[in-house]
């Protein structure tokens, strides 16, 4: 069965205290993978689409990385701005539709 | 940059109403999407659009319609709301490309129905 998972479901970092989110996938034949970010209230606001393994994009203190099992998020440095729900989306396997995680809500205290 | 609007923010209905949400964008995208979401479930595709008068079935379309008579325009009808209707409904669209292209979405209507 396609699926994605997000991990950990939440984190709270001090400010400059980096780390990394975490979205696996188990889908066949990946076609692209989405990192979204979201604010309480909002609708999801498009961070970065990853295509084939090795690829990176950066953004601020964002970097995410995509492997052939999963995608990491790196945070570097974060500042309480970067606070939100940070959700993955793919679209590959059987489905054209695109499945998503479940999300992680990062905290970042001053 | 793109623009998605909900026509509501909150939206509080009785269950058995035919309930209307709007959803305009300003971009001349091709392809718009009907989600709704839940604490726990994530976002779920309740019905999607590649055009004009087009729509297609998502995962969760049991309860819902939807209405495409304008390219910028893409409304979601409960047609007797229920109370398992309560959720957060988010629209977002692409330019084309399906579900290959970032979706741009609203900021949400969160529907509560009593």
């Known amino acids: 069965e396609d699926q994605v998972t997000q991990s950990p479901e939440a984190l709270r970092l001090q400010e400059g205290e980096s780390s990394s989110l975490n979205c696996s996938y188990t889908?066949?034949?990946?076609?692209?993978l989405f990192w979204y970010r979201q604010d309480p209230g909002k609708g999801p606001e498009f961070l970065f689409t990853?295509?084939?393994?090795?690829e990176e994009k950066e953004k601020e203190r964002l970097k995410a990385t995509l492997t052939k099992k999963e995608s990491f998020l790196h945070i570097t440095a974060p500042k309480p701005e970067d606070s939100a729900t940070y959700l993955c989306?793919?679209?590959?396997?059987?489905?054209?539709?695109?499945?998503w995680g479940l999300g992680t809500s990062l905290a970042v205290n001053p | 940059d793109v623009k998605v609007t909900q026509s509501s923010r909150y939206l509080v209905k009785r269950t058995g109403e035919k309930v209307f949400l709007e959803c305009v964008q300003d971009m001349d995208h091709e392809n718009m999407f009907w989600y709704r979401q839940d604490p726990g479930l994530g976002l779920r595709l309740i019905y999607f659009?590649?055009?004009?008068?087009?729509?297609e079935k998502g995962d969760i379309p049991e309860g819902y319609s939807v209405s495409r008579e304008k390219k910028e325009r893409f409304s979601l009808i409960l047609e007797s709301a229920s109370t398992n209707q309560t959720s957060m409904y988010l629209c977002?669209?692409?330019?084309?490309?399906?579900?290959?292209?970032?979706?741009?979405f609203g900021d949400g209507t969160r529907l509560s129905i009593l």
């Open positions: 977002a669209s692409t330019p084309g490309g399906g579900f290959l292209q970032p979706q741009h």
């Open positions: 659009s590649y055009d004009v008068k087009m729509k």
């Open positions: 990853l295509y084939s393994a090795g």
């Open positions: 989306a793919v679209s590959g396997g059987n489905n054209r539709k695109l499945i």
């Open positions: 889908v066949s034949g990946l076609r692209g």
